[in-house]
C-alpha cells in the first residue's frame, strides 16, 4: 500500500490549503494519466471542502491510500465537544440546517456533524438518506463493528423504491450533479461514539 501522510485539518483556509497542496504532491508521484488525475483531486477537494464547511469544535486527519490499483480519500473526525455544546449545536442543528442541507456532500457533512453529536439523530438521518434497511455493521479502519453508511446503498434505495415522490425526484438531481457521485465508486462512513471515518473510494 502506498499512503499519503496523514495531516490534520480543520476549518481554516490555512489547513485546507495545505492538504490540497500535499494531495497535489502525492498524486504527482502516482504515474497516472491526466483524466485519473485531476478527479483525485476533485475528490480530494470536495473532501477537504466538506470539513471545512462543518459547524463546531471538529478535528479531521485526512490522507490518501492506494492499494492494488485503487485510490482512497480518507478522513478520520473527530470531537472533543462537552455534552453542554453538543447539545447547544444539535439543537441548532435540528432547528434549522437540516432541511437546509443540499447535495450528496451537504447531507454527508450533516450526517457527520449529527453523529459526533447524537448518535440516535445519525441512524434517523441515516434513514432518511439511506433507504429502509439501517446500518450495515462492519469493521472499518481504526473501528470495528461500527456502523457504515455507504453512498451505494443510499443509491440502490432509491432506485429499488417502488414509488417516486418529489423528495425522490429531488434526491436523484443531486446524485446527477454530484461530483463525488460520479467520480467515486463509493463514499462510506463509519460511526463510534465521538469518532467518524470517511472513505471516499475513486473509480
Known amino acids: 500500500m502506498t499512503k499519503l501522510e496523514q ?3 480543520d476549518g481554516s483556509e490555512e489547513k485546507a490549503s495545505e ?9 504527482a508521484t502516482q504515474n497516472l494519466d491526466r483524466k485519473k488525475s485531476i478527479h483525485l483531486r476533485l475528490l480530494a477537494e470536495e473532501a477537504v471542502g466538506m470539513v471545512k464547511a462543518m459547524t463546531g469544535d471538529f478535528e479531521a486527519l ?24 453538543k447539545e447547544e449545536l444539535l439543537s441548532l442543528s435540528t432547528s434549522g440546517s437540516n432541511t437546509a442541507a443540499k447535495g450528496i456532500m451537504g447531507k454527508i457533512r450533516e450526517m457527520i456533524e449529527n453523529s459526533l453529536l447524537d448518535f ?6 441515516q434513514q432518511q ?14 473501528l470495528e463493528d461500527v456502523p457504515v453508511w455507504s453512498l451505494n446503498s443510499y443509491r440502490e434505495a432509491l432506485e429499488d423504491k417502488p414509488e417516486k415522490d418529489d423528495s ?5 438531481d443531486e446524485l446527477e450533479r454530484s461530483i463525488v457521485a460520479s467520480l467515486a465508486k463509493d463514499v462510506t462512513i463509519g460511526i463510534k461514539s465521538n469518532l467518524v471515518e470517511m472513505t471516499i473510494t475513486a473509480l
Not at 492538504?19 to 498524486?27: H, L, M, N, S, W
Not at 490522507?63 to 473527530?78: A, M, Q, S, V
Not at 433507504?131 to 481504526?142: A, D, E, I, L, Q
Open 129 to 142: 438518506y439511506g433507504g429502509n434497511n439501517g446500518y450495515t455493521y462492519v469493521g472499518m479502519g481504526m
Open 62 to 85: 485526512f490522507w490518501i491510500e492506494e492499494e492494488n490499483g485503487e485510490y482512497r480519500i480518507r478522513l478520520t473526525i473527530k470531537t472533543d465537544m462537552d455534552r453542554a455544546k
Open 19 to 27: 492538504a490540497i497542496r500535499v494531495a497535489d504532491e502525492f498524486i
Open 120 to 125: 440516535d439523530s445519525a441512524l434517523k438521518q
Open 168 to 172: 425522490d425526484e429531488e434526491a436523484w
Open 7 to 9: 495531516l490534520y485539518i
